[in-house]
C-alpha cells in the first residue's frame, strides 16, 4: 500500500525536526511525515558516540530560534544536544510523525501526476507533492578511511570517531590521534583525561580558537539577545578573515602562542598552510587542547605517515610514534540529496551537472528542496531561513493554484560555475566531482552570510523570474 502525504521530509535529525515545526506552524494545512532511515531520531547527534562529542558552534544559534537555548553552555556536550532536540520534537507532537527504519533509496517525480514517489529500502513506497530532504551532506554509514600503509599489521586496535565502539578500553594506554580538524580537537583533551598519553598527529595544523564554554552574558540578556550578538560576531570574525587574512591569521596565532607549553614551538605545529576561514575554525572550549598539553598528558607531532607498525606509526622522517589505540580522524564522506537516486519522468538525475537555486533548490528538478547548512557559521541558521523559504514556496502555490514549482536557470547564466561549497577542506575537496555548483546569477549562488541570506530569503518575490510554475489540475 502507497502512503501519501503533501509534504515528505527525508531525516529526523536537526534539520528535519526544525522543518516539521515549520510546517506545523506556517503550513498547518499540509499533511507531512518525516521519514528517517535509523531507528532512533537525532541525525549526527545520536550517530557520534566517541569521547568528547561536542558542538562546534554556540548553542544559541545552533539553536532553534522558536525554542531558544536557555542553558548557560555555549558549547554543550552531544548528548545535551541530542536531549534538546528530542524534547524539542515532543513538545510540539514532531516525534508522532517519524517513521523510523525508512531509509529512502529512489525518488521519481512524474510531471503529469505532479508528485514524487519515494522508496524505500525495504521496499515501502510513498507519494507526496513536494521533497524535503533534510539527510545533511555526509554519508551515515561510514566516515572518509585512508588506506595508510602497514595498517593490517598493527597490533592494536584502529578506530574511526564516526562508529566508536561502546567496550573500547583506552584507560591507560597510548592514543594517536590522526588528523587536526575539530573532531581530533575534541578527542585530544577528551581521552588525555584517562589515557596514559595521547598524541594528536598532524599532516598539516588547523586554526584554532580558544573560547569559553559558558555564557556569562546569558544573565544578563535574554537567550534571542544572545544569539543575536552571536550571529553578529560570528559574521564579522568571518568578514574579517576574508578581508584581512594576515591581521587574523596573526591574532590568531597569537591566541594559540599564549596557551602552549615553552617546550612547544609554534611552527610548524599551529600555523597553518592556508588562510582563516578556507577551512572551518576549529573551536577549542576553554583552552582544553592547551591544558592537556601543558599537563604533559598530550603532545602535537606535525609530519605524514610512512606505515603503521606492530606497536605505533612510522613518519617518512623516522620518528617512531608508539601506540596501542590509533584514531583515524579523517573526515566525512559527502553525498548528495543522501543518496537518493533521483529521476524526473524517466530521466536520472546526475548532482554535479545541477546548479543551486537560492541554496536549496535545483535547475530541473520540482517540487524539492535539500536543506544544506552554513559552513562559516551555526548549520540552523541557514536550515531554519530555508525551511521557512519552503514553507513560504507552499503556500504561494496553494494560493494560486500551482501543482509544481521548479527553478530554471538561464541559459545564459550556465557554466561549470564554482563549487558548492567554498571551502578548502579535505572533505569537500574529495567531493568536489559529485557536488552540484552555482552560477554568479544572483538566485544562483551560495553566499554563505546569514545577514544577507535573511532578507533574500524572507522577503523575496517568489515569482523571481527564475522559477517556473506549472497548473497540471492534480492539486498541489
Known sequence: MTEHVEVLVVGAGLSGIGAAYRLQTECPGRSYAILEARDASGGTWDLFRYPGVRSDSDMFTLGYPFRP???????????????????????YGIDKQIRYGRRVVGAAWSTPEARWTVRTAGGEEWTCSFLYVCTGYYRYESGHEVDFPGRG??????????????????????????????????????????????????????????????????????PRLVRARNVFLAWAL????????????????????????ADV???????????????????????????????????????????????????????????????????????????????????????????????????????????????????????????????RLLNYMARHRIDAATPVLPAAARDTGRPLMDLDSGYVRRAAA??????????????????????????????????????TGTGA
Open 265 to 391: 614551538p609554534m611552527d610548524p605545529h599551529f600555523v597553518p598552510r592556508y588562510g582563516p576561514w578556507d577551512q572551518r575554525l576549529c573551536i577549542v572550549p576553554d583552552g582544553d587542547l592547551f591544558a592537556a598539553m601543558r599537563s604533559g598528558r598530550a603532545s602535537v607531532v606535525t609530519g605524514t605517515i610512512d606505515t603503521f607498525t606492530e606497536d605505533g606509526i612510522r613518519l617518512t622522517g623516522g620518528e617512531h610514534l608508539p601506540a596501542d589505540v590509533i584514531v583515524t580522524a579523517t573526515g566525512l564522506t559527502m553525498v548528495t540529496f543522501g543518496e537518493i537516486a533521483l529521476t524526473v519522468d524517466g530521466r536520472e538525475i546526475h548532482s554535479p551537472d545541477l546548479h543551486v537555486y537560492k541554496g536549496m533548490m535545483f535547475d530541473g528538478l520540482p517540487n524539492l528542496a535539500w536543506c544544506v547548512g552554513y559552513t562559516n557559521a551555526s548549520w540552523t541558521l541557514r536550515a531554519d531561513l530555508t525551511s521557512r523559504y519552503v514553507c
Open 153 to 222: 599489521g598493527f597490533a592494536g586496535a584502529t578506530v574511526h570517531p564516526q562508529h566508536w565502539p561502546g567496550n573500547l578500553d583506552y584507560a591507560g594506554k597510548r592514543v594517536v590521534i590522526i588528523g587536526s580538524g575539530a573532531t581530533a580537537v575534541t578527542l585530544v583533551p577528551a581521552m588525555a583525561e584517562r589515557a596514559a598519553h595521547v598524541t594528536m598527529l598532524q599532516r598539516s595544523p588547523s586554526y584554532l580558537l580558544a573560547l569559553p564554554t559558558g555564557e556569562g552574558a546569558v544573565k544578563r540578556l535574554s
Open 238 to 261: 568571518y568578514q574579517a578573515s576574508r578581508r584581512w587574512p594576515e591581521r587574523v591569521a596573526k591574532a590568531l596565532r597569537q591566541g594559540v602562542a599564549k596557551q602552549l607549553p
Open 69 to 91: 537555548w536557555r542553558q548557560p553552555e555555549s558549547i554543550a556536550a552531544g548528548g545535551t544536544i541530542l536531549d534538546y532536540l528530542r524534547d524539542t520534537a515532543a513538545e
Open 434 to 471: 559529485i557536488l552540484p555548483r552555482q552560477s554568479d546569477r544572483r538566485a544562483w549562488r551560495m553566499r554563505n552570510n546569514y545577514l544577507l541570506d535573511l532578507p533574500r530569503m524572507r522577503l523575496s518575490r517568489i515569482d523571481d523570474g527564475d522559477m517556473r510554475f506549472a497548473r
